[in-house]
């Protein structure tokens, strides 16, 4: 029930996503007065989703703590619910985001050795593709969150993205060691010395990001939500100024014409829709969120996301590169020492 | 002498500013032996133009604490004495930023209540223009230091982008009011009930940039340079993109021959160098730091900034707002409230 667009895109998006995964089923949680005509019209998606009549739903306005504290029979809630008991294995949502942090954190718990679980979203780069991390869950991060994000990214860049070695760096404003605030000092430090095994590369700047320097880039969410939004809103211009340009005169109209495949085909590639589902990483189960003014289309790719999350054992393997760091987790000597 | 292709480009740059500013003459602190070739290729800046023999320069690789104890005699820190004796009405470099700071802060001191210069830079929206600082000069900046880049944002805004009001954002996670960390929120509350008459927006997102909701953004220095960086580097993958697109096929390079004057305006109206030059605000003296990478238009950009700053007094505008604040500076009841 979540998103600008619920129910409806939901299940369409649905729709799509059964071009491209398979063996898949979905449980449904929301108004099944809403839900089920949508399920008549889709028939391949009524084939393989079990809808749980749930009437309760959180507002996109609603504030976290409140959301968790009085939506405990919400679709949302019921939702993550079902990771937790195991019936799903994971959860997509295009609602209220701090309302699903706060309830998926409240309920899956994060991993063990995991402080704080983080939002990770794949970009596209001159080279391929990146995955950077937090975008947004965690306003102030001290060094230790930023080398968990880090281990966290790793795993997500060789599990999902299927790199054998991926390259981590860490977003500042320098590439130079004596650059940047605490944080992201002693985080690098942590990582430049520590025995985790992770290709470090060391700093990176906001330009990186497009140019696809590393694998995986860290940085607290406070920058990465604006590095994000930045990232979005630069996308939205240029295309805006690319159509005012093709439509500038008849020659250009004429141009376009002739170069419109091409250019359709770019603009696929570069469509924010391919990119939605965003992953909660960190957290005892999957849980990814779809944009909120998210299509189905772009509700489509969150949940293949999820399924992609499950399917390549993601969090299973941050589990494991945990238990790596010391049987006391993340806490051990060298981590503790970056604090 | 400062920049990668220093001292062409500098002579380069005046020279294609001269087009563009009348009635300004320039002072070249440099080696004299490579710059009077190049004053007897560009007459016209010859003309206007007097060399100051000076041997030592500032590498870019310089820590600015060192080159502000040994670069007296370097050409950097000459113009900057320059300004500050009133032989010069401002500085343009395009040499190691840290350094230029570093410099300019000692020799010129900040303007009276300001307690740390910023860095800003006009970038082109969906609606016209916006000033963002800073973009680098503060790593980590407390309410305070936000409500003073505002004030000194808004009469850049007036003077230089010649509007009447404009309007002023700061750089946030989400618009809602609890959104964001610490400083935010207090420089928010304090912009809110100020006596300042500046036209407070609230807070604005990464893509706010782009969109041009407000006409001034404030940011500390390590979200504004990622933020700027991500822009360019944004823009960088999407031209790449388009330019493959254009020639992936014989129709699409037909129409890209078609749409190519429609193209380069495209190109020209978003081109960095038109951008280039980024202000040190809250100085007593105009300083303008163009791009170390800089070629002649784009230095010819930063020249013409720093004749804007002079000619529009901007700060003498600062000066004026930072008296309204109280007769004791910023640091008044109000915002001494917001530490």
Redesign the interface.
């Known amino acids: 029930m979540g998103g600008d667009n619920a129910p409806d895109v939901v299940v369409e998006g649905i729709n799509l996503a059964l071009d491209q995964v398979s063996g898949v089923r979905f449980l449904l949680f929301g108004r099944e007065q809403q839900l089920a005509p949508l399920l008549d019209r889709y028939r391949r998606v009524g084939l393989v989703t079990e809808i749980r009549d749930t009437l309760e739903t959180v507002s996109s306005a609603a ?1 976290p703590s409140a959301a968790l504290r009085t939506g405990r029979n919400s679709s949302m809630r019921r939702s993550i619910d079902a990771v937790a008991t195991g019936e799903a294995g994971g959860v997509v949502s295009a609602g209220n985001t701090g309302a699903l942090m706060a309830m998926a954190k409240f309920v899956l718990k994060t991993l063990p050795g995991v402080d704080r679980p983080a939002i990770a979203t794949v970009f ?3 080279r391929g593709r990146l995955v950077m991390l937090d975008l ?1 869950a965690n ?2 991060c001290d060094a230790n969150n930023l080398v968990q994000f880090a281990v966290m990214g790793e795993v997500f860049a060789r599990k999902v993205l299927g790199l054998e070695k991926p390259s981590v760096g860490i ?1 500042n ?1 320098g590439a130079e060691h ?4 605490d944080a992201v000092k002693k985080a690098s430090a942590i990582l430049q010395d520590s025995s985790l095994s992770i290709r470090f590369h060391g700093f990176v ?7 696809g320097t590393v694998d995986v880039i860290v ?1 607290d ?3 990465g ?14 295309s ?3 159509k ?3 439509s ?2 008849p ?2 109209r ?10 359709r ?2 603009h696929a ?2 469509d924010p829709r391919h990119y939605d589902g965003a992953m909660f990483l960190g957290l005892n189960g999957v849980c990814v969120k779809s944009h909120g003014g998210t299509d189905a289309l772009g509700f489509s790719s969150a949940v293949r996301v999820a399924v992609e999350l499950i399917a390549d054992g993601v969090n299973e393997g941050i589990k494991q590169d945990f238990v790596c760091l010391g049987s006391d987790g993340p806490n051990n000597s060298k981590m503790a020492a970056g604090r």
């Open positions: 504030k596209p780069t001159l947004g306003i102030e977003l404003v004596l650059k940047g605030n700047e906001g330009d990186d990001i497009a140019a940085t969410g406070f920058t939500n604006i590095a994000l939004k930045t990232i979005e809103g630069t996308s939205r211009l240029l805006e100024y690319l005012k340009a093709l500038s005169s020659m250009a004429m141009g376009a014409l002739l170069a419109s495949p091409a250019l085909a770019m590639h570069v």
